[in-house]
């Protein structure tokens, strides 16, 4: 309660008050003024002073904090405004609040243009660095070879260095996404097609088999993400299938998930015969840098891909569940939701 936190911060005058009143009386028992009417007159008149410029006082003290109160709630939007102080104690302070936020302004556009300047020199690096990685492409199509497993092997890192470049412009793309979305209708078909076309160097040079069913399904969706989301999770299957091979299918039909059980118009299905994830890790593989027990044994693993993958999906509005047990491979599932529901 505001009045009684006013009544402890004016405790000292009020404190004071009484003692005076005390005082008075004292003086007058000790030089024996019988005219008891003319100190109750006195007593009453300064306690009525006393008690009206308190009702002054506490509207003044409750004014004051509501315009605090106020300024306090929107400090993150604005700052601009601060009251003036009343007396040389509050100005002082408001000084101090004027230098300090004057000081935050001035680090927080430092640092703004530190990450501006990193983001430029990322973009302009991943750019550049194209351009050699597609000049050493048209080298392997003209040169002859000895051997084509040479060849596959080459254009195999090849990939891998284009798809770290790539990685780089998503992750500095992600802050940014939502102004980045084009949401339409696609043929998922089309999209699955052209990300597996990408990784066939893979599948031909560690022996793997592939197998994609015929579908035809148009999600509501961005081409560009969900092309993202397919290339992650394909990249981590071939990556941890040492033999077997990958089947992608659709399942179709009114399916609920757990969350909120909203139901969905489609789930694309990724499926490997790879290694498996530890139940210990399956919680946390979608955490940013987690790279889990898999991870560590390959060594080479940033724990980034399936965080960005997990963060487009929720933008985008779908879902990634995945299922897996060890030595018998894992499934990653892809919920795309009726284009008249939104998730909560």
């Not at 402890?8 to 024996?32: A, H, S, T």
């Not at 993150?76 to 302004?105: A, C, H, M, T």
């Not at 992750?171 to 209708?185: A, F, T, W």
């Not at 696609?186 to 597996?196: A, R, S």
Request: with cysteine; charged share 30%.
């Amino acid at each position: 309660m505001i009045w009684k936190r006013y009544f402890f911060d004016r405790r000292k005058v009020i404190g004071m008050y009484v003692l005076i009143i005390v005082i008075f009386l004292l003086i007058c028992n000790l030089n024996q003024l019988d005219n008891f009417l003319d100190i109750f007159y006195a007593v009453v008149i300064t306690s009525f002073l006393g008690i009206c410029y308190g009702i002054y006082d506490y509207i003044q003290y409750y004014s004051r904090y509501k315009e605090l109160k106020i300024i306090t709630n929107g400090i993150g939007e604005s700052f601009d405004y601060i009251p003036l102080g009343k007396n040389l104690i509050e100005e002082s302070y408001v000084e101090i609040i004027r230098k300090l936020e004057e000081e935050r302004r001035r680090v927080l556009s430092k640092k703004e243009e530190k990450e501006t300047e990193m983001k430029d020199y990322y973009t302009m690096w991943a750019h550049q660095i194209k351009t050699p990685i597609a000049a050493l492409k048209l080298l392997l199509h003209k040169e002859e070879l000895q051997s084509k497993m040479i060849t596959y092997s080459i254009m195999e890192e090849l990939f891998k260095i284009e798809q770290y470049v790539e990685m780089v412009l998503q992750y500095l793309r992600l802050e940014n996404m939502s102004s980045d979305l084009i949401l339409k209708e696609y043929e998922l078909k089309e999209i699955v097609n052209q990300v597996v076309k990408k990784y066939g160097v893979l599948f031909i040079n560690r022996h793997l088999s592939f197998q994609l069913e015929e579908f035809q399904k148009k999600v509501l969706t961005d081409e560009k993400w969900l092309s993202l989301i397919l290339e992650q999770l394909i990249s981590n299957a071939v990556k941890y299938t040492p033999s077997g091979g990958i089947s992608i299918y659709l399942e179709e039909g009114e399916h609920k998930i757990e969350e909120g059980e909203k139901r969905v118009d489609a789930i694309l299905v990724i499926k490997d015969t790879g290694i498996g994830i530890r139940k210990e890790d399956q919680p946390r593989i979608f955490e940013k840098g987690f790279t889990g027990y898999n991870g560590r044994m390959n060594k080479k693993s940033t724990g980034i891909g399936l965080y960005l993958c997990k963060q487009a999906a929720d933008k985008l509005s779908h879902k990634i569940v995945m299922t897996s047990e060890i030595e018998k491979g894992t499934i990653m599932k892809i919920y795309f939701y009726r284009n008249d529901e939104t998730r909560d």
